[in-house]
């Protein structure tokens, strides 16, 4: 795993103005590569264990008021998106296209993470941050590629989500009943 601390040591050329963000709003974080995933389960199986909290990305559009949501919550969690909807204030969410994730937030699917709000500069996309993975020490993200993992500190995740001027709205995201083998 290599060191943020100057980002430019971690990521590659292509991140350049990525790179440079995070260097300027004093953003640090440790990014490990591994083979592309696009699922947990294929997280599971390439990412290797590393600090801080896994965490499970859903893009989610509610086609009625036109608002965008990223979810974050802890990797195992089962969202129950009817009762998120309610808490939100939404009416029925679905899983965003390839093509308003591309739009919004610049990134293919496997690659969601809260780092992507990096190119929402409009803010057209709301974060939703389950309690628990706001409260982690530590969380593991996308950083713009699902080629990478990155560790980075609750105080950086806080200063992240400030430079790009975002506000996290932090609730326990309602979970899904647990699915009954047979």
């Known amino acids: 795993m290599s060191s943020v601390n100057s980002p430019e040591s971690a990521l590659t050329s292509t991140d350049g103005d990525f790179v440079g963000f995070l260097r300027r709003n004093q953003i640090s974080a440790e990014r490990c590569e591994h083979p592309a995933v696009f699922t947990t389960a294929e997280a599971e199986r390439h990412v290797p264990p590393l600090p801080g909290m896994k965490a499970k990305n859903l893009f989610l559009h509610d086609r009625q008021s036109g608002r965008n949501l990223l979810v974050v919550v802890p990797y195992a969690k089962r969202v129950d998106l009817k009762r998120l909807a309610s808490t939100m204030g939404c009416g029925k969410l679905r899983f965003g296209s390839a093509e308003a994730l591309l739009e919004l937030l610049g990134i293919t699917p496997g690659a969601v993470s809260l780092l992507a709000l990096y190119n929402d500069r409009d ?19 996308h950083p713009l590629v699902n080629t990478a993992t990155m560790v980075i500190s609750h105080d950086n995740i806080e200063r992240f989500i400030a430079a790009t001027g975002h506000v996290a709205r932090v609730l326990e995201v309602p979970a899904a009943a647990p699915l009954i083998p047979g």
Do not use: F
């Open 123 to 141: 803010q057209r996309v709301e974060l939703v941050m389950d309690v628990d993975i706001w409260q982690a020490s530590a969380v593991q993200c």
